[in-house]
C-alpha cells in the first residue's frame, strides 16, 4: 500500500503541484492515509532543496559549467538537473527545453559583454587606450568562455536553432551600445571616419571576431603570440585615421 500511495505522491508532486507555490512539502503516512503539509521552512543543502528565487541562476551557472567542461552536447535537462539536485521536472520550470536554455545563456553572454563595455567606458582612460583594453578584454572573454561565445555567435541557435525574442534584443542591445561606441572612436580619430559608424563597426567587430575564432578553433595554439597579433591587429584598424 505505502509503494502505491509513494507513486500516487510523486506524480501529485511532480506533475499538479506548480513549483512556486510551496517552498517544502512534508510527507507523512498514517496507515492508509497520506498527509501533505505545505510549510515555509528554508533548507540550505542545495541536493535536497532549493530557494526558488535562486533556482534559475543555479540552474544557468550549473549548465554553464557542463558545457564549459564538456560541451553543448552533454548538457541534457536532466543531467542539469541531477547536477543541481533537484527533481528532473524543476528546470522545466523555468526554461521550456534546452534550446531555451542554451539562449539564455547566451543572452547572459550578451549581457556580460554590454557591462564589460560600459565598466571599460566608464574608466579615466584616452580613447586610445580604452579601445585597447576592450579588444584585450573582448579577446579574453572569448577565450575564457568559448562554449558560451558559441552560443552567442555561432550556428547552434542562430542557424540551427531557434533564437528567442529575449536574445535577439539583448544581441541587438550589445550590438548598439558597441556602434554607439565606434561613433565616438570615429570622432576621437581613434578608428577610420571614411564610412559609417556602422560599416567600421561591423567590419572591426569582424577582425575581433575571426581572430577569437582562430584560437577558439585551435587553428592557432600558441596563446604567448596573442598579444602580439591584437597589438598588430589593433595597429590595422587605427591605421586608416592616422
Known amino acids: 500500500m505505502a509503494h502505491n500511495l509513494t507513486h500516487f505522491v510523486y506524480y501529485f508532486l511532480v506533475l499538479q503541484l506548480p513549483a512556486c507555490d510551496f517552498d517544502t512539502v512534508k510527507i507523512g503516512f498514517h496507515f492508509d492515509i497520506v498527509k501533505i503539509e505545505v510549510f515555509n521552512q528554508p533548507m540550505s543543502t542545495l541536493k535536497t532543496q532549493y530557494h526558488h528565487g535562486d533556482l534559475t541562476k543555479s540552474l544557468l551557472e550549473s549548465a554553464s559549467l557542463i558545457i564549459k567542461e564538456q560541451g553543448v552536447e552533454s548538457l541534457s535537462m536532466r543531467k542539469l538537473a541531477d547536477t543541481v539536485g533537484v527533481s528532473r521536472m524543476a528546470p522545466y520550470h523555468h526554461f521550456k527545453d534546452k534550446n531555451a536554455l542554451l539562449c539564455a545563456l547566451a543572452e547572459q553572454g550578451f549581457y556580460e559583454q554590454a557591462k564589460m563595455l560600459h565598466a571599460l567606458r566608464a574608466q579615466k582612460n584616452t580613447a586610445e587606450d580604452g579601445f585597447k583594453k576592450y579588444i584585450h578584454a573582448y579577446l579574453e572573454y572569448a577565450l575564457q568562455h568559448n562554449e558560451t561565445y558559441d552560443l552567442m555567435y555561432g550556428r547552434t541557435l542562430w542557424k540551427a536553432g531557434n533564437p528567442s525574442d529575449s536574445l535577439k534584443a539583448a544581441s541587438k542591445q550589445t550590438f548598439k551600445a558597441w556602434i554607439d561606441w565606434v561613433e565616438e572612436l570615429q570622432e576621437q580619430n581613434i578608428l577610420p ?50
Open 193 to 242: 571616419s571614411n564610412n559609417t559608424p556602422l560599416r567600421i563597426g561591423q567590419t572591426t567587430w569582424a577582425s575581433l571576431h575571426g581572430l577569437a575564432r582562430l584560437f577558439i578553433d585551435g587553428i592557432y595554439l600558441d596563446t604567448e603570440d596573442l598579444s602580439d597579433m591584437v597589438e598588430q591587429m589593433i595597429k590595422n584598424l587605427c591605421s586608416a585615421s592616422a
